[in-house]
């Protein structure tokens, strides 16, 4: 299978302690987002990079996270001192980067709950 | 700011009923317009994506329209089947480029078709 792929799928974790999620997008896909989800909403978006290259954060993306896509291929979502707010359902998509159909395809999502 | 609203939340059904789900945005100065659907804990997979020239898509049992003049989007399931049931979710990408092409997502609408 050579869709988006994302590891761990659930990951439960203590107050105060660092997590670190990874995303492998479809190979020759340049772009690749991150976004959140909480129960009942729809995802948010977070950041994006296109190739190696973080293009844009949102502003939901306090100091405590960081994001990094290292020679353009698979991806990594940090975030540090995890709060209860954090729990979450965290979402890895990639695109070609076409101009025109720009479809965004989706991993099944990392499942954080912070105790 | 873009605001995407999916009105209902929710929906029932029976089999073999049309399904008509509706997306409305604020700012019409969009890319495209992208309809997906998530099961319940699992990722997003994309149905349909309209880009801003067209007046809709069609695949199989389903056909998205687009008015962006009215900021509107309405996505038809023909005669339902018990594994519709799903939430649906559409997504706008911004016109303005420096924004990237990161989905703005409505809330989504959580269908049940009963058999």
Redesign the interface.
């Known amino acids: 299978d050579t869709g988006?792929s994302?590891d761990p799928r659930h990951k439960i974790t203590k107050r105060g302690q660092n997590v670190t999620f990874r995303c492998d997008p479809i190979s020759e896909h340049n772009?690749l987002?991150w976004?959140r989800q909480t129960l009942?909403?729809?995802?948010?978006?977070l950041t994006?990079f296109q190739n190696e290259a973080q293009?844009?954060k949102?502003r939901l993306l306090s100091d405590r996270f960081s994001a990094e896509r290292p020679k353009g291929s698979f991806s990594t979502l940090e975030i540090q001192r995890t709060e209860q707010g954090d729990s979450a359902m965290y979402?890895c998509?990639s695109?070609l980067?076409s101009p025109?159909?720009?479809?965004?395809?989706?991993?099944?999502?990392t499942?954080l709950t912070v105790l | 700011k873009q605001e995407v609203t999916q009105i209902p939340a929710a929906l029932s059904v029976p089999e073999g009923e049309n399904l008509v789900l509706n997306c409305s945005f604020t700012d019409s100065a969009i890319y495209n317009l992208q309809w997906f659907r998530q099961d319940p804990g699992k990722g997003l997979t994309s149905l349909l994506l309209i880009q801003s020239s067209q007046r809709e898509q069609t695949s199989g049992r389903l056909n998205a329209s687009l008015d962006k003049s009215s900021g509107r989007s309405t996505l038809y399931i023909a005669a339902s089947q018990p594994g519709d049931s799903a939430t649906y979710l559409c997504a706008v990408i911004p016109m303005i480029k420096a924004a990237g092409n990161k989905l703005t997502f409505g809330g989504g609408t959580r269908v049940l078709v009963k058999p």
């Open positions: 988006v994302q772009r987002y976004y009942g909403q729809g995802p948010e978006f994006y293009l844009e949102s979402l998509a695109s980067g025109y159909t720009d479809t965004q395809y989706f991993g099944p999502g499942r």
